[in-house]
T-cell receptor, first 114, second 113 residues
Framework: NAGVTQTPKFRILKIGQSMTLQCTQD?????MYWYRQDPGMGLKLIYY???????DKGEVPNGYNVSRSTTEDFPLRLELAAPSQTSVYFC?????????????FGPGTRLTVT | GQQLNQSPQSMFIQEGEDVSMNCTSS?????WLWYKQDPGEGPVLLIA?????ELTSNGRLTAQFGITRKDSFLNISASIPSDVGIYFC?????????????FGKGTKLSVKP
């Protein structure tokens, strides 16, 4: 199993540009998540999905959009990039069963908006 | 919203020493997870705790789920240079939140050989 994979690893965007961060998992997990991590901080939840076709907002959803058309893929879209979105983005997945949940993370995408 | 207080923020220790870090919250959690993050990498799960009072080991790592369900600690025994990294605690209250983890801000561990 490759686990959770993310592309790209690094990206520099100009203000106002848009991009999609890709995330794929091959563990047949039902739950998927997008987090952002700012320097010296923990991870903040942006969006999550409990299954294909179902998404919901996390703690910091503004400026982002997601979709979940398949179990495996959970892309994160930035429509109008702003400097405040400079961060490291992590995708995670888990199999939520009877309250036991262990989230597995991808390697991250480092995004700079200038 | 729910918050986790993780301490200490950073630690500088000598190789071979034992390490202890903890997380506390004003809220009750049903699950505690401990992760380690190496520079430029995603967090890697170390230990998962599911029951109040549970004590679980993974090699030189030991973690406990506090009896009040509001805290957890992680101990590392006989530290080695590859223990360097940032350790995060994360709590889960799945009562109504669809399984969303709340993360502490991390403990940065430095080990001097």
């Amino acid at each position: 199993n490759a686990g959770v994979t993310q592309t790209p690893k690094f990206r520099i965007l100009k203000i106002g540009q848009s991009m999609t961060l890709q995330c794929t998992q091959d563990m047949n997990h039902n739950y998927m998540y997008w987090y952002r991590q700012d320097p010296g901080m923990g991870l903040k939840l942006i969006y999550y999905s409990v299954g294909a076709g179902i998404t919901d907002k996390g703690e910091v959803p503004n400026g982002y959009n997601v979709s979940r058309s398949t179990t495996e893929d959970f892309p994160l879209r930035l429509e109008l990039a702003a400097p405040s979105q400079t961060s490291v983005y992590f995708c995670a997945s888990s199999y939520f069963n009877s309250g036991q949940q262990e989230q597995y993370f991808g390697p991250g995408t480092r995004l700079t908006v200038t | 919203g729910q918050q986790l207080n993780q301490s200490p923020q950073s630690m500088f220790i000598q190789e071979g020493e034992d390490v202890s870090m903890n997380c506390t919250s004003s809220s009750i959690f049903n699950t505690w997870l401990w992760y380690k993050q190496d520079p430029g990498e995603g967090p890697v799960l170390l230990i998962a705790l599911y029951k109040a009072g549970e004590l679980t080991s993974n090699g030189r790592l030991t973690a406990q789920f506090g009896i009040t369900r509001k805290d957890s600690f992680l101990n590392i025994s006989a530290s080695i240079p590859s223990d360097v990294g940032i350790y995060f605690c994360a709590g889960l209250n799945y009562g109504g939140s669809q399984g969303n983890l709340i993360f502490g801000k991390g403990t940065k561990l430095s080990v001097k050989p």
